[in-house]
């Protein structure tokens, strides 16, 4: 059974900063890409950042574009978010997601986590 | 604003079928392969269709997808009181260079 759990969500002062991890198993690791994607409280998914099987493509989103920085460790089966001079506007609900591909482009998420929690207040 | 525009409601009665419409662009939805989630309440978002139309396994038959243009809709029929949720379209943009969802639809069964 293929499982995402997510983990390093909590509350963080505006302009601290917070690394997000996401722990796969039940699928080869190695052979998909791998999405974030955030929900605001009572508001829609938007999707952050995506990445390649080999971290060759990485995507932003521009919302995020040279705050946060998403990387990967296959030997780890693990995914990572590294969030920088966090906002208010960045307090959502974080889901780790698998892709369904090898690449970020194109080809959607098939399978998510149940996310953790940010939370950006003083 | 989504780049990608849903009703924000939608309703029907059990047994009904309902339509759950998504409308784009060419660097979009004209562009690219759709998605479909359902976000059931508290819980997180599980695909629906991919590729436009294919259902994952363990996904209803009474779950479908089509892709018209830059426009895309979600078919379900034999509606049930379980299938009332929230519903999300998603696609590449290509002149974005990112992931794009609709603003999603909340389904009432009524």
């Known amino acids: 059974e293929v499982q995402l759990v997510e983990s390093g969500g909590g509350l963080v002062q505006p302009g601290r900063s917070l690394r997000l991890s996401c722990a796969a198993s039940g699928f080869i690791f190695d052979d998909f890409a791998m999405h974030w994607v955030r929900q605001a409280p009572g508001k829609g998914l938007e999707w952050v950042s995506g990445i390649s099987w080999d971290s060759g493509s990485i995507v932003y989103a521009d919302s995020v574009k040279g705050r946060f920085t998403i990387s990967r460790d296959n030997a780890r089966n693990s995914l990572y978010l590294q969030m920088n001079s966090l906002r208010a506007e960045d307090t959502a609900l974080y889901y780790c997601?698998?892709?369904?591909?090898?690449?970020?482009?194109?080809?959607?998420?098939?399978?998510w986590g149940q996310g953790t929690t940010v939370t950006v207040s003083s | 604003q989504s780049v990608l525009t849903q009703s924000p409601s939608a309703s029907g009665t059990p047994g009904q079928r309902v339509t759950i419409s998504c409308s784009g662009s060419?660097?979009?939805?004209?562009?690219?392969?759709v998605y479909w989630y359902q976000q059931l309440p508290g819980t997180a978002p599980k695909l629906l269709i991919y590729r436009n139309n294919q259902r994952p396994s363990g996904v209803p038959d009474r779950f479908s997808g089509s892709k018209s243009g830059t426009s895309a809709s979600l078919a379900i029929s034999g509606l049930r009181s379980e299938d009332e949720a929230d519903y999300y379209c998603?696609?590449?943009?290509?002149?974005?260079?990112?992931?794009?969802f609709g603003g999603g639809t909340k389904l009432t069964v009524l």
């Open positions: 998603a696609t590449w943009d290509d002149s974005l260079s990112v992931w794009v």
């Open positions: 060419s660097s979009n939805i004209g562009d690219n392969y």
């Open positions: 997601a698998k892709g369904s591909e090898v690449v970020p482009v194109s080809y959607g998420m098939d399978v």
